[in-house]
């Protein structure tokens, strides 16, 4: 089942077309990993899938999932880094999207952000304030909130950007995890191609417009992927 | 200790200031909280600077200042905040160049009408007598929206300023949530500003929040310290102002640096052990 499909996508900014004539489905249970060099539009084609802003042209349809259902992981901003909110204010405001205009969280957002801070494991940091936390901790709890607000899909841009080699090998294992034993729809975007082919059953390799898009094993064979692999492999 | 306050309370006077300075700062520190956490700040400064040129020229038209400068505010309010949005402009420059404008325009306005007088230093450094009985009914008119929007947004206000981005994707109209800030803080504004100055009214905004920052560590109890702190020590500066006749504004925002320094000294100390 196709959870968004995409259509001939153009987002510009300025006259500038950052995202231009993209197409892509993305499937139920599909780990789709958005790679591209900077600037190739993968931020831009985010936050219009969310919403955020208004293709030019194209369509985005979506079925089985509202637009507001979308759990997504965003960039850290700076306004983050020292932030005074505990771990349960900051997980627990992935819930707003099920209160609509109702002002308070009932017992049940309650347990759910209890449930969700369980399953990434930490419930024993809940009451820690979000910037004592480390780099690691910090996108844990980004996560659980990104899953108070779906069931179905994740958006992740970028997420280990910042991270250490063993936070970033954990977090690749947790969003697997998700994907594989919950049935959560994967989508990241990704600047780290080898883990993009490892953890991805399909790929989106982005330069504006679609350079790639289909199955990770498709993508391996192209040249592009074998030219950037070697980039990579000699940085 | 009692007889000076029973002495304080017996003018009428500053029985009205007291009941809008604590009703303001209440407010100015709950809003505050948002606004210095979103690198809003500025625009509290800002609003103050554009009311100060409202005051001038209600005074020259012979209207009454409310009425002025409370739209003219709340206009500036959503523009100061779409420049902030706008990333093309530079937003602190943009917000500078605004009240730096909107101050000369009414110094302007002010000397070609009465003249540099008494009146015009009230204007920028605040008079404890400036309250009048209007102003305590409509201070504590702003103060029950504000205080009952804060609260029944409280959610959505922590969600848009943790992370707008997120909080927009998830569905919530995040600018709807930014404009209300804005408006609630130039009413605040606004109200408070005759009192304590244009120049110092944008110190009862960022004062409680920073402080109540040092010490507290999730955002319910940084808006609660703030809040409580933001009266403490508006009062402290009314009794401060009246024991050794110094200016009222100027007094308030003394005791909340003095507050600021200590709540960042017993941080220091915390961290050290």
């Known amino acids: 089942m196709k959870l968004i499909s995409c259509v001939g996508v153009t987002i510009g900014y300025d006259g500038q077309r950052a995202v231009n004539n993209v197409s892509f489905d993305l499937e139920q249970g599909d780990y789709l990993c958005v790679v591209g060099e900077n600037g190739s539009g993968k931020s831009t084609l985010v936050k219009g899938l969310l919403g955020l802003i208004k293709p030019q042209e194209g369509s985005i349809t979506f079925d089985g999932i509202a637009p507001n259902e979308i759990g997504y992981l965003p960039q850290q901003t700076v306004i983050q880094r020292d932030f005074p909110a505990s771990v ?56 659980a909130r990104a899953l108070c607000a779906t069931e179905k899909l994740l958006l992740l841009d970028e997420p280990v950007s910042g991270l250490d080699p063993v936070m970033t090998a954990d977090l690749y294992q947790l969003v697997a995890k ?38 990770t094993e498709d993508y391996l064979k192209t040249e592009m992927c074998q030219r950037m692999m070697g980039v990579q492999k000699h940085d | 200790m009692i007889e000076l306050l029973t002495e304080l309370m017996s003018y009428a006077f500053v029985v009205r200031a007291l009941i809008v300075g604590v009703l303001v700062s209440l407010c100015a520190a709950l809003l505050g909280v ?112 504000v205080i009952l929007l804060y609260v029944l947004f409280y959610n ?36 408070g500003m005759r009192m304590m100055g244009a120049l110092l ?24 310290s703030s809040a409580i702190l933001s009266v403490i020590c508006f009062v402290a500066g009314i009794v401060v102002s009246f024991i050794f006749s110094f200016p009222t504004g100027a007094s308030v925002v003394v005791i909340n640096l003095l507050t600021f320094t200590l709540f960042s000294t017993i941080s220091l100390f915390k961290k050290k052990i």
Do not use: W
């Not at chain 1, 999207?97 to 024993?124: C, H, V, W």
């Not at chain 2, 937003?91 to 008494?118: C, K, R, W």
């Not at chain 2, 927009?168 to 606004?190: D, E, F, K, P």
């Open chain 1, 178 to 215: 998700l994907n594989q034993t919950q049935g959560i729809t994967v989508m990241m975007v990704s600047h780290d191609l080898e883990s993009a082919i490892k953890y991805g059953n399909k790929i989106l390799h982005m330069k504006t417009a679609t350079a790639f898009f289909g199955s």
């Open chain 1, 88 to 143: 349960t204010e900051v997980v627990i405001s992935g819930c707003l999207n099920r209160r609509g205009l109702l002002p308070f969280y009932s017992r049940l957002e309650k347990a759910r952000a209890a449930d969700k801070m369980k399953q990434l494991n930490i419930t024993d940091i809940k009451k820690k304030s979000y910037r004592d936390l480390s780099g690691g901790q910090q996108q844990r709890v980004l996560l």
């Open chain 2, 34 to 145: 948002s606004l210095v956490l979103k690198r809003y700040s500025m625009i509290g400064d800002g609003l103050s600077h554009v009311g100060f040129g409202a005051l001038a020229l209600a005074m020259a038209l012979n209207l009454s200042p409310l009425e002025v400068a409370i739209p003219v505010v709340a206009v500036a309010a959503f523009v100061l905040l779409r420049i902030s949005e706008n990333s093309r402009i530079k937003g602190d420059a943009a917000i500078a160049l605004i009240s730096s404008s909107s101050l000369a325009i009414g110094v302007i306005i002010i000397s070609y009408t009465s003249g540099m007088n008494a009146d015009t230093s009230n204007y920028m450094f605040g008079s404890i007598l400036a309250m009048s009985e209007s102003d305590v009914f409509l201070s504590v008119g702003v103060s029950v929206v």
């Open chain 2, 201 to 224: 009214i944008s110190s009862l905004i960022i004062f409680p929040a920073l402080t109540s920052m040092r010490l507290f560590k999730t955002f319910k109890q940084v808006v609660i």
């Open chain 2, 156 to 191: 959505k206000i922590f969600a848009v300023t943790f992370d707008e981005s997120f909080t927009r994707a998830t569905g919530t109209n995040a600018s709807r949530y930014n404009t209300l800030i804005a408006l609630l803080t130039a009413m605040t504004i606004v109200v």
